[in-house]
Nanobody, 114 residues
Framework: VQLQASGGGSVQTGGSLRLSCAAS????????MGWYRQAPGKQRELVATISRNGQNTLYADSVKGRFTISRDNAKIMVFLEMNGLKPEDTAVYYC????????WGQGTQVTVSS
């Protein structure tokens, strides 16, 4: 499975961004999809995940109420709508897809300035 993320950029505090991630390759067994992020000098952390049927989502406490994860199984894509962005959201965001293995995209930079 290959994952290609896009949509990162630079915004001011309170701004919005929408990240997209397209999966290709052997995608038939993809179950959970999601997003993680890694800020400079910090460990990679979970942002949000979504189940195969889209019914179940999980969010980090720090993004609840501001970020929304969704997926399009026909296009094999996962999205992250980010609103109310804060400087502490600055990080490289990685999409992930899970079969019996966890796959990672290349990362997209999100920078939020105060």
């Amino acid at each position: 499975v290959q994952l290609q993320a896009s949509g990162g950029g630079s915004v001011q505090t309170g701004g919005s961004l929408r990240l997209s991630c397209a999966a290709s390759g052997r995608t038939g067994r993809i179950n959970v999809m999601g997003w993680y992020r890694q800020a400079p000098g910090k460990q990679r952390e979970l942002v949000a995940t979504i189940s195969r049927n889209g019914q179940n989502t999980l969010y980090a406490d720090s993004v609840k109420g501001r970020f929304t994860i969704s997926r399009d199984n026909a296009k094999i894509m996962v999205f992250l709508e980010m609103n109310g962005l804060k400087p502490e959201d600055t990080a490289v965001y990685y999409c992930t897809a899970v079969t019996s293995t966890q796959y990672w995209g290349q990362g997209t930079q999100v920078t939020v300035s105060s």
